[in-house]
């Protein structure tokens, strides 16, 4: 059984297979199918349901949902597409395709580099089968002239002052010391290989950057370190038996001296292992590469660039369907708008039309009404006559209110029947707001 489909063929499978044999079928747990079914907002059949069909009785079904949403359209059960997120696949696909496009422009940077004799690869052409893999050696020479947009950090790694453990740390990098010029070295050929993907490296308040602009991407690069007991040494233990000998000397005389300490709890070892590590998220995405046991951290170099591309076409690709959801969002809120208006003025419409039905009516009986007084007017009381005089001013008012050209000025004053409606949809009625229970 096929493991794609849309929200409207798994729609059908689950309200005409029960879920627990829907779920064997494609060999997945019924728990596991509900969720699926949720997170693309797929109603499934309720409890009491099948037993209804099968005792021939009426059972509801619930109607499948329009969502604006294209992303969740698509609904993979199982496998490797099933853990990615569906509000995020179009980003994910969005990412690759940058990715797979920037590889095609260029060839990878350490191959260039190699052929260019600016690395040094020592990685043996011709291994035993029982032998053990060693480490690939790719180590990038120092860098005299680094790219324009490291040589402000790498002016700041030289003048970094090293801590009690030879750590040095500025804004996007904590290393040891001798691990500086590789640390400047890797990312002058970072800042080229992400500059021929059209990538923008510079330094910021956050640390390292990335950019295309509206997008970026910030990252560090820290050194491993192993930390172990510290076994204080004879001068520290010397300074500390001293010191508190002074602080017995004085509590004697009635003196108080805080207690000190004369060596660290720990000492901090680094290991020389780099680790580049993206800051942000983006689904189906690597964000961290370091030294392994069987490659150093420049031969990857272009997976690194790559990840950072990836994670600024996933960027680019979220903020630009969030500014469309945005826009389609204004654009069914000005439709409910007019939905809105043009059932405001049916309602004052079908008033306006009762109003002159009324009128008509309300003339044709006071006519009726006149005709008949007019037999009684040579014994009417003055208060009859009154009434009579009145009847008459009220229906010419109301005969006036009925001429054409009244009812024209009318319509005209409340915009009922514009020549060009300002309130037409040419997509008709909008979905109704979906309620939730």
């Known amino acids: 059984m ?38 693309h907002h797929i109603a499934v059949p309720g409890r009491g349901y099948w037993a209804k069909v099968e005792a021939g009785l009426p059972a509801t079904k619930t109607p499948l949902w329009k969502l604006d949403n294209p992303a969740t359209e698509t609904v993979h059960i199982g496998g490797a597409k099933q853990s990615v997120n569906p509000y995020v696949a179009f980003a994910v696909e969005a990412a690759q395709k940058a990715v797979v496009q920037a590889k095609a422009k260029a060839k990878p940077t350490v191959a260039r580099m190699v052929q260019r004799g600016v690395v040094d690869t020592d990685q043996p052409k011709v291994m035993s089968v029982d032998a053990h893999p060693k480490p690939s050696t790719v180590v990038f020479e120092p860098v005299t002239r680094p790219h324009t947009s490291v040589s402000g950090l790498a002016l700041e790694l030289k003048g970094a002052q090293p801590g009690t453990d030879g750590e040095i740390s500025v804004t996007g990098v904590r290393v040891h010391r001798t691990s500086r010029l590789r640390v400047v070295a890797f990312l002058h050929h970072l800042a080229v290989a992400l500059e021929v993907r059209g990538i923008t490296f510079s330094l910021s ?26 076994e204080p ?28 300490k004369f060596w660290p709890e720990f000492d901090y070892h680094y290991t020389g292992k780099l680790t580049f590590e ?33 994670h600024l076409a996933f960027d680019k690709a979220r903020r ?27 309602a004052q419409r079908t008033q306006f039309l009762a ?23 040579p014994v009417a009381e003055p208060e009859y006559l009154r009434m009579i005089e009145w009847a008459k001013s009220r229906l010419r008012y109301l005969e006036g ?36 229970w």
């Open 2 to 39: 096929k493991r794609t489909f849309t929200r409207r063929e798994l729609y059908e499978l689950v309200w005409s297979t029960p879920i627990s044999k829907l779920a064997e079928q494609l060999e997945i747990s019924d728990r596991g199918l509900a969720k699926t079914c949720a997170r």
């Open 205 to 230: 308040d956050k640390g390292l950057k990335a950019s295309i602009l509206p997008e970026d991407v910030s990252f560090h690069i820290s050194e491993g370190y192993q930390r172990e007991k510290h």
């Open 233 to 260: 040494t004879a001068p520290e233990l010397k300074k500390s038996q001293d010191y508190e000998r002074k602080r017995e000397l004085a509590s004697r005389r009635g003196e108080w001296l805080y207690p000190e």
């Open 278 to 310: 993206i800051n942000t998220w983006a689904d189906g995405a690597r964000r961290r590469w370091a030294d392994g046991k069987h490659q150093s951290f420049e031969t990857m170099l272009d997976s690194i660039a790559d990840g950072v591309l990836y």
């Open 320 to 346: 630009e369907e969030r500014e469309e959801d945005e826009r389609r969002r204004r654009h069914l809120a000005h439709r409910r708008e007019l939905h809105q208006k043009r059932q405001e003025r049916e």
């Open 355 to 377: 109003g002159l039905a009324a009128f008509h009516r309300e003339a044709d009986d006071l006519r009726a009404t006149i005709q008949k007084a007019s037999e009684m007017l």
């Open 401 to 436: 209110q009925n001429e054409i050209t009244t009812i024209a000025g009318n319509i005209r004053a409340a915009n009922l029947f514009p020549e060009q409606d300002d309130l037409n949809d040419p997509e008709g009625d909008p979905p109704a707001k979906r309620s939730y």
